[in-house]
T-cell receptor, first 114, second 113 residues
Framework: GAGVSQSPSNKVTEKGKDVELRCDPI?????LYWYRQRLGQGLEFLIY????????KSGLPSDRFSAERTGESVSTLTIQRTQQEDSAVYLC????????????FGAGTRLSVL | DQQVKQNSPSLSVQEGRISILNCDYT??????FLWYKKYPAEGPTFLIS?????DKNEDGRFTVFLNKSAKHLSLHIVPSQPGDSAVYFC????????????FGQGTELSVKP
C-alpha cells in the first residue's frame, strides 16, 4: 500500500487476555518502529527493527510485551496478560533506512483493556 | 526523565497571525529534530525537520529555528490558517540511537477564523 497500515484500528479486550497488533510498513522500508501514546501524552518509543532484527528493545515496558518482524515486512506487537495500564494508542512507523530520520506513521491501534 | 519538553499544552491564535510553538531538550547528543502534526484518530504526519548543523530551516509557511546553546527549538507558522489546527509534536533523535525518536508531550494549536 501507499502508507503504513495498522490493524485492527480498535481493539477492546478484557484484562488478562493476550492481544496481537499488526503493522504493514511502506514497501521497501527497512526500518520499523513501534511507539505507544497514552491519553494526553507524547509518543513513547517501544522497539525498533532494522530488517528482521531488533537492536533496541529498551522501550518495552515489561516482559509481557514482545514484537517480531518477518520477511522484512510485517511486524506484530504482542501483549500478554493485558492490564488496564496497557490501554493506549499503539503506533507503528517506518523509514527507508536506519540513517533516515524521517519516519512515516500509521493511524495506530487504539487498545482498551477493560 | 523527560528529555524533550513542550511546556505549553495549548495555543490559540487568530487566522493570519503567526503561531510559535516551542520545544526544549536536555540531551546534548540529539543531532536531528523534527516536528510532526497530528489530527484526531490519525497518525502523526511529518512536517519539517532540522539538523543540528543548521540553525534555521524553512518550508513554505513553516520555519523551524534551533538554538543549540539554549537547547531550544521553535516552529513558526505564518500566516496561520484554520486547517493548521492540530496537535504538534516536537521530536529528537541521536545519530547513535538507530533513529528512534524521543517525543515531547505535544501542543494543541487552535487557529480561529
Amino acid at each position: 500500500g501507499a502508507g503504513v497500515s495498522q490493524s485492527p484500528s480498535n481493539k477492546v479486550t478484557e484484562k488478562g487476555k493476550d492481544v496481537e497488533l499488526r503493522c504493514d510498513p511502506i514497501s521497501g522500508h527497512t526500518a520499523l518502529y513501534w511507539y505507544r501514546q497514552r491519553l494526553g501524552q507524547g509518543l513513547e518509543f517501544l522497539i525498533y527493527f532494522q530488517g528482521n532484527s531488533a537492536p533496541d528493545k529498551s522501550g518495552l515496558p515489561s516482559d509481557r510485551f514482545s514484537a517480531e518482524r518477518t520477511g522484512e515486512s510485517v511486524s506484530t506487537l504482542t501483549i500478554q496478560r493485558t492490564q488496564q495500564e496497557d490501554s493506549a494508542v499503539y503506533l507503528c512507523a517506518s523509514s527507508s533506512s536506519l540513517g533516515s530520520n524521517i519516519q512515516y506513521f500509521g493511524a495506530g491501534t487504539r487498545l482498551s483493556v477493560l | 526523565d523527560q528529555q524533550v519538553k513542550q511546556n505549553s499544552p495549548s495555543l490559540s491564535v487568530q487566522e493570519g497571525r503567526i503561531s510559535i510553538l516551542n520545544c526544549d531538550y536536555t540531551n546534548s547528543m540529539f543531532d536531528y529534530f523534527l516536528w510532526y502534526k497530528k489530527y484526531p484518530a490519525e497518525g502523526p504526519t511529518f512536517l519539517i525537520s532540522i539538523s543540528s548543523i543548521k540553525d534555521k530551516n524553512e518550508d513554505g509557511r513553516f520555519t523551524v529555528f534551533l538554538n543549540k546553546s539554549a537547547k531550544h527549538l521553535s516552529l513558526h507558522i505564518v500566516p496561520s490558517q484554520p486547517g493548521d489546527s492540530a496537535v504538534y509534536f516536537c521530536a529528537a533523535s541521536a545519530n547513535n540511537q538507530g533513529g528512534k525518536l524521543i517525543f515531547g508531550q505535544g501542543t494543541e494549536l487552535s487557529v480561529k477564523p
